[in-house]
């Protein structure tokens, strides 16, 4: 057991956990945070995406250990009342049907327009292959990152 400081969602956090332990794990039994779910286990759905300094990556697999003090961005901390652009843009779509994947592909999303405001098709394409939708909602997918970007 360890103890680490970590930034998340702009607040300063203090865990004790197994250097081990993935992220996912502090976020949802430490901390309370069940925005970011569980899917594969194996970073290939992209269910448990977050932002480490604003870059998506799969809390499955990343230690708590390696976090440091990059700072961490939950579904939770996106925008205080869920009306990021992106957010916004996926209810315009009406995007989520079970909704399991929405957290991950919504951070995929952010992340995404964060570092390209306008992306074209085989961009959006590429950074949201790793996540995965089980209800097919690929088409409004799209269509809602084209939105947010145009927001």
Avoid at 60 to 88: F, M, N, R, Y
């Amino acid at each position: 057991m360890a103890s680490f400081n970590l930034t998340i969602n702009g607040k300063n956090q203090q865990v004790d956990a197994d250097p081990s332990t993935p992220m996912l794990w502090v976020l949802r039994d430490h901390l309370k945070l069940v925005g970011t779910k569980y899917g594969c286990g194996i970073a290939q759905c992209g269910a448990c995406t977050i932002h480490l300094n604003g870059t998506a990556v799969r809390s499955c697999q990343l230690p708590v250990s390696a976090v440091g003090e990059q700072k961490v961005t939950t579904i939770e901390g996106l925008s205080e009342k869920g009306d990021h652009p992106v957010q916004k843009a996926w209810l315009e779509h009406d995007v989520p049907q079970c909704g399991y994947c929405q957290a991950g592909q919504i951070m995929s999303a952010a992340a995404l327009l964060e570092k390209n405001a306008n992306p074209s098709d085989e961009e959006i394409e590429s950074a949201m292959n790793g996540n995965i939708c089980r209800c097919g909602t690929y088409l409004r997918i799209k269509a809602a990152v084209k939105t947010a970007a145009n927001s």
